[in-house]
């Protein structure tokens, strides 16, 4: 008997675990043909740690509103507000503090939910204007443009 006792809550947090495994979204991100061009001037490293960040938004988002969905998409534009290190190595002009341009993000792609539906998925965000440009950091709007996008998958936009 005291077998059992031991194995029961044992079988349950197993069995809970991999509920909440089979629940967790799977998101995709490809770089498309246009950024791909623009990856060496912006520099690998700072692609990958923004293709990260996207997939952490849409990975959060997916997991409340469509559990155990999966989203393939596409980063078809990435533009910072500041030089990154690559762009400042490049172009040792460009002012890594004062220099300031209109930044974002493009993305598209589908969310297949759990049950196999497919739905197509298309966002942007850049700063309209220069005065716009808020924050200081050399990724602000594009953060912006994968916060806001979760947001819209978490409203049940798409």
């Known amino acids: 008997m005291r077998k059992l006792a031991f194995f029961a809550p044992l079988a349950a947090t197993l069995a809970v675990a991999a509920m909440a495994q089979a629940q967790t979204p799977t998101v995709n991100v490809t770089v498309g043909p246009e950024l791909q061009r623009e990856i060496e001037k912006l520099g690998d490293r700072e692609v990958s740690e923004q293709i990260a960040g996207l997939q952490a938004e849409v990975a959060k988002a997916l ?3 469509y559990p ?4 393939n998409l596409v980063l078809v534009d990435l533009k910072p507000n500041r030089p990154t290190f690559e762009q400042v190595r490049q172009s040792p002009g460009l002012d890594p503090i004062r220099s300031v341009s209109i930044g974002g993000a493009a993305i598209r792609g589908e969310i297949i939910t759990a049950d196999g539906q497919s739905r197509p998925v298309e966002f942007s965000y850049f700063s309209p204007n220069i005065r716009d440009v808020w ?3 050399v990724w602000r709007d594009a953060d912006r443009a994968f916060e806001r996008f979760g947001d819209r ?3 049940g936009r798409y």
């Open 135 to 137: 924050g200081y950091s």
């Open 68 to 71: 155990g969905a999966t989203a």
């Open 63 to 65: 997991a409340e509103r």
């Open 153 to 155: 998958i978490e409203q």
